[in-house]
């Protein structure tokens, strides 16, 4: 040990007195390395970002179910005890789930026909619970139903269902209370996010029968609660990743959905393309430099034949005298990743600068995590030892003779 530590002090120093080559070859790996992380910076920002608007997007998990049917309690409780579900809510048919906006204080505002939409705690799209309670039902709603409304946020408004029955026209009006307000981001549709009880009452309201909470009569309701059936439901998956085998759980159920999962499935095609050809670029370089250090590691053995002789004669042994181009060839590749790593942080600054200031993409492009930029700095390092391998096994055929002979 103390004989390699001694070999580390002499090879170093060795570095140091012929420091302008050694600086060349680590500027050569810098100007080798620094345009693949680059090019690896670019990928991973582009597709984390791309990931990262689909995971912080609601409707990207959601299943919505085409058509109409027929589904129980019993067929929603069974969804929402699913591993791979993180939300799901029956709903009314849609000729039901309706509701005429009006705005009371503004009488220039012309009444507007608002989607009804159960929604309850948890709710990807709210997430807070909504309640109906004194004759006053809170309300989310859409932006562009808020803006035409030209509501705001804890303002009340007046809500209007209609219906025929027996031939007469009939109608009951709502308080609402506009609770919150959905980004556009979510929803372009003029949506108003109810309790779930409320959307029942305005669908037993709108069949005809009697209810109480509206002070309407009709016909008796024959059908116990817990026996009700939903035409539709809302539906979202835990995550990303799950949304295909939900897709297809329900199709075997046969249950058709309309899902994201284009959208999910093109920037996993892209994040694949660009692995590709990062791992192209990034493996020709590779053999390229590896093919070019080999030989250099060969060139400064050579070159170096009397000195490494020298060290034979004063005692160290061929595996001693191996080290000695492996250890100069590892500080070269540790000065050229640090150089290549400083290099990408440098031009990621400019690049993200770039793309803000032309707003041709929002986020991030380029993105290296510290963990990758070890990484890069450790797989250097280790093809440094394996390419100089080569020059360390013909410093380790060198005999002591041949220090004699050059002097």
């Known amino acids: 040990m103390p004989a390699f530590g001694f070999l580390i002090s002499i090879a170093f120093k060795d570095y140091v007195r012929d420091r302008r080559y050694g600086l060349v070859s680590a500027l050569v790996l810098t100007s080798v390395l620094a345009p693949i992380l680059v090019l690896f910076g670019i ?131 709502i308080s609402f209370y506009v609770q919150g307000v959905l980004p556009l981001s979510l929803s372009s549709r003029d949506l108003v996010l109810v309790p779930l009880s409320f959307l ?29 059936t939903y035409a539709s439901f809302r539906l979202y998956a835990r995550s990303l990743e799950d949304v295909a085998d939900l897709r297809e759980h329900l199709l075997s159920l046969n249950v058709e959905t309309n899902t994201a999962l284009a959208r999910i499935n093109l920037i996993q095609t892209l994040d694949q393309v660009l692995s590709y050809i990062f791992w192209i670029v990034t493996g020709l370089a590779a053999l390229g430099y590896a093919l070019a250090a080999s030989i250099q590691s060969s060139l400064v053995v050579i070159r170096k034949t009397p000195d490494l002789a020298v060290l034979k004669l004063l005692g160290f042994s061929s595996a001693h005298v191996s080290f000695f181009p492996v250890l100069q060839s590892v500080l070269t590749g540790l000065i050229g990743a640090v150089g290549a790593v400083g290099s990408y942080y440098v031009a990621e600054v400019f690049i993200n600068d770039l793309v803000a200031r032309l707003e041709m993409i929002d986020g991030v492009v380029a993105s290296l995590p510290l963990l990758s930029a070890l990484a890069a700095i450790s797989i250097t390092l280790l093809v440094c030892v394996v390419t100089s391998s080569v020059g360390g096994w013909r410093a380790s055929k060198i005999y002591p003779s041949e220090g004699v002979r050059h002097d």
């Open 43 to 173: 990928k991973n920002g582009i597709v984390e970002e791309l990931f990262y608007r689909l995971r912080s997007d609601p409707t990207a998990v959601e299943l919505r179910p085409l058509g109409q049917g027929q589904y129980d309690q019993a067929f929603v409780d069974k969804l929402i005890a699913r591993p791979d579900v993180t939300y799901a809510i029956p709903t009314t048919r849609f000729l039901s789930s309706t509701v005429e906006v009006r705005n009371p204080e503004n009488r220039q505002v012309p009444p507007r026909s608002g989607e009804l939409v159960p929604s309850s705690k948890g709710d990807p799209l709210w997430g807070e619970a909504l309640h109906w309670q004194d004759g006053v039902v809170e309300v989310v709603l859409s932006t562009s139903l808020l803006e035409k409304m030209k509501l705001t946020v804890g303002e009340k408004f007046r809500g209007r269902l209609g219906r025929f029955v027996d031939g007469r026209r009939q109608a009951v009006d």
């Open 200 to 228: 029942l009452a305005a669908e037993d309201y709108r069949e005809g029968y009697r209810v109480s909470v509206f002070q309407a009569e009709g016909r008796e309701k024959d059908v116990a609660a817990v026996d009700r």
